[in-house]
Each structure stands twice: as C-alpha cells, then as structure tokens.
C-alpha cells in the first residue's frame, strides 16, 4: 500500500518562487569573487565551493581570485626569514617571493583539488566545474615609497580581458592567483583586492564580492549597513569613526570598482555558511552592498509592469485591504499607476485617478512589499501621487480605506462623509464594504 505524501511545505515553495527572479537576473551575469587564503587554511572552502556551483550551475560566469596571506607567512616562518611590512605592503625580496610562489601555487592546487569534487550524495554532485587558468594579468613594480624599495612588490598594470571573457564563454571558472607578470619576464607579488578590483572593472563585472572576517560595514552603534551609495561609503572612509581592519582595506576597492562602472560590489562574512546565498538571493542580504547611486527608481508604470502590480496588491486584496482588480482592468488603466522600483524589483506602486470637473482626486491602490515597509517607502509614493494631483490642477486628494486610517491620518487625511466624493465615485460607492472616506487639500 501506498504511504500518504509529506505534507506540502508553504514556506519552502514561497522561498523556491521568491529567489525565481534572481536566477533569472543572474545568469550570464560576471561575478568576481575575492577570498583570503584564510578561507582555505580554515578549511571552509569545501562549503564554498558548493556555493560557487550553485551559481555556475544557474549561468553565472564566475572569477575567482583567491589570497595567500596566512600560507606566505608559514612558508617565511619556515624558512626564518623576516616578514617586512612598509606603510602596511609586504616588502618582496627574492627569498620573499621564492616563498611567495611556493605557497600561492600550493594555495592554487587545493583550491582546484576541492573544485573538481563531484562526490554522490552532495551538493557536488555532477558538478562539471573546469577551472582556467593563465598569465592574465600583467604587473609593474610598485617602486620606491618614501625611500624604501619594495622590490618585487607589484600592482595591476593591465588585465588580459579578451582571454578571460573567451574561458567564460567556454563555461570555465576561471581563477586568478594575487600574481602578476611583466613583458620582461618578471614575477611580481600583488594583493588580492588590487587583483580582484583591477579585474571586475577590467570585464566590467556585474558583481564583485568581497568576504572577510566582519560581517560588513558598520556604523557608529555597531550595526551593519546593509547597503551603501559611493558618496555615503566615501564620507564614512573620510569620518573618525574607527573602522575594522577588513572595511579599511575592502571598502575603498569597493568605491573604486562601483565609480568605474562594477554595478555592485558586497561585502560579506567568510566565516557564515552560505553567505554569498545569503546576500545574493535574498532582499536584506547579510553583508554589505555599495552601489554607485540610489537603488530606488520611482517612475510611470506601463504595461510591462502589471506582473508585478499584481504581485504586489494580490495579498492585500485577498485581506479585503484593497478592492480586488484582474489583469485585464490593471491593463487597461497602467496609465494611472506609478511604480516603486529597488534593484530592479517592483516594491510599491499607487495610482491616481482624476476627476477634473470637481477638482479632485482619487489615491488607490497604495502597497509596498512588506519587507520594505517603515522605511518611508509608502511617504514617497503618496509625495510623488500629491505632485501628480497638483500638476493637474486638482485641489483635493481622498483616498478610501478599510484598514489604514491612521496612517492616512498621521500625513494629514481627515475623514469625510461619502457624500463630499465626486459625483461618479459616490455613485459606484460599495456601501457593503463601508469604506472609510479621507481627504487632503491638495498644496
């Protein structure tokens, strides 16, 4: 006999629909993401790497360039030479970067050993993850800084675009190592973030994705700032306010990267599992993101956007919030409606409707997703649906509601007799819904 199926998880199906558009928006997409040889000294690049393919398996077209910070200090340690630091740079003598070589290239064949898994029964699975690699980035000495010369200490001089696009398109990880070559046939010692940076912008990467120890940028109580505008990150670089270790080294990449056109840079904790899922599929995040301007576009609606109207007021009109509209009728007055974007997402929407020969003016369909409510969201659109009104030459806005008085209230809305509504909106009034009416003169 047949055993009765598990009962349906609702939340799980919710979670699956709510990452949908993500996986749409991400594939083909170029991520650069920047590790420290920590994370493989750790051992938590085994739960890395089933991340990274997760996102391959979607169509992400990934970069990898990984540190060796820790590695280069043992293998020095070993073989008890100095490690010299000047203005925080590693100073790169020859028995230096004999070190260096030996410890990026043994940091270089594990991380390709645990990317080649494909073990039954885990997230590796099937993986098919082939990783390239290559003499991608050229480098020049860094030179003499205040007298000291720092030898075979390089940085970025040109990134070897055309080659790694072509490894992408073959479907290849590819993964960069903090070296870099010069035309003469030298070997210079570079950073990973000058490395990582130098290469989002260089393939104008959709992504550059930072992890480190903290769990991102922080403000002065201590708590995370999940997203960041260039001029917001500049002025926080430029404050008193005492930064960790990781935001002073990361966030300035972050700028540079966003102000040459890196779409969004994140920087998240390394030592979360499944953080970069985390930040990636999820609206809150769990690092930081520092974007080149405002994520929000408040703008007209049109036709594309029904979908995502719908979405939007469904739930609400299911709680007998607001009066329910099929996509027919949205379709055919879109022209009423604006809309609320954040990243691309639809997070809010309102519609005006005018009713000239009295002056007035009906506000309906007000929403805001519920993860972004009490953020001033809802402010917003009744500020941009009140200049609409007063544009038109309307003197008075109303609005009906069931459910949200108070706050209509609190922004100034008075209630009013259904009897003070235009002619033809008194006309269709539903009296077994028994609205609310409020009304604001129009300034």
């Avoid at 990781?246 to 300035?252: E, G, K, R, V, Y």
């Avoid at 659109?381 to 003197?395: T, V």
Wanted: aromatic letters at 6%.
């Amino acid at each position: 006999m047949m055993q009765d199926a598990a009962p349906h998880s609702t939340e799980f199906v919710d979670w699956f629909r709510s990452v949908a558009p993500y996986i749409n928006a991400f594939r083909g997409r170029t991520f650069v993401v920047a590790f420290g040889g920590e994370v493989v000294a750790d051992g938590k690049f085994v739960e890395l790497t089933h991340d990274l393919n997760l996102l391959a398996s979607l169509g992400v077209k990934l970069v990898l360039v990984h540190g060796a910070r820790p590695q280069i200090e043992q293998h020095l340690s070993r073989n008890s030479i100095d490690d010299y630091y000047h203005h925080g740079i590693r100073r790169t003598d020859a028995e230096t970067m004999q070190c260096v070589k030996e410890a990026v290239g043994r940091v270089r064949v594990e991380i390709e050993a645990l990317l080649s898994m494909g073990l039954a029964n885990s997230p590796m699975a099937n993986a098919d993850i082939r990783v390239a690699g290559g003499n991608f980035i050229t480098a020049q000495p860094m030179g003499v800084i205040n007298g000291v010369d720092l030898l075979h200490t390089g940085n970025v001089r040109k990134v070897d675009v055309a080659a790694i696009r072509d490894r992408l398109e073959f479907n290849e990880v590819v993964l960069l190592s903090p070296l870099g070559y010069s035309p003469t046939g030298e070997v210079f010692n570079l950073t990973l973030e000058d490395v990582a940076t130098a290469t989002a912008i260089a393939l104008d990467a959709d992504k550059l994705i930072f992890m480190m120890d903290s769990d991102g940028v922080l403000d002065k109580k201590g708590s995370l700032i999940s997203e960041l505008t260039v001029a917001s990150a500049n002025a926080l670089l430029s404050s008193k306010l005492r930064l960790s270790d990781d935001t002073a080294l990361f966030l300035p990449c972050a700028v540079r990267a966003c102000e040459a056109g890196v779409a969004r840079t994140h920087l998240i904790s390394r030592h979360i599992d499944g953080a970069i899922l985390h930040e990636l599929f999820s609206d809150d995040g769990i690092g930081s993101m520092v974007v080149e301007s405002t994520l929000n576009i408040l703008r007209d609606a049109t036709i594309d956007d029904v979908g995502g109207i719908l979405q939007l007021l469904q739930p609400l009109e299911e709680e007998g919030v607001l009066v329910r509209r099929n996509r027919e009728l949205l379709e055919r007055e879109i022209d009423r409606f604006v809309v609320l974007e954040h990243d691309h997402r639809t997070i809010g929407c309102a519609a005006l409707y005018p009713f000239a020969n009295e002056a007035a003016g009906e506000l309906a369909c007000l929403a805001v997703q519920p993860g972004y409510r009490n953020q001033g969201y809802g402010d917003a659109l009744l500020q941009h649906i009140s200049a609409e009104a007063k544009a038109l030459g309307l003197r008075k806005l109303f609005v009906l509601t069931t459910r949200t008085a108070h706050w209509f209230i609190e922004r100034g809305f008075k209630e009013t007799d259904v009897a003070q509504l235009p002619a033809q909106k008194k006309s269709l009034y539903n009296y077994q819904r028994r609205s609310k009416v409020f009304c604001k003169a129009v300034k």
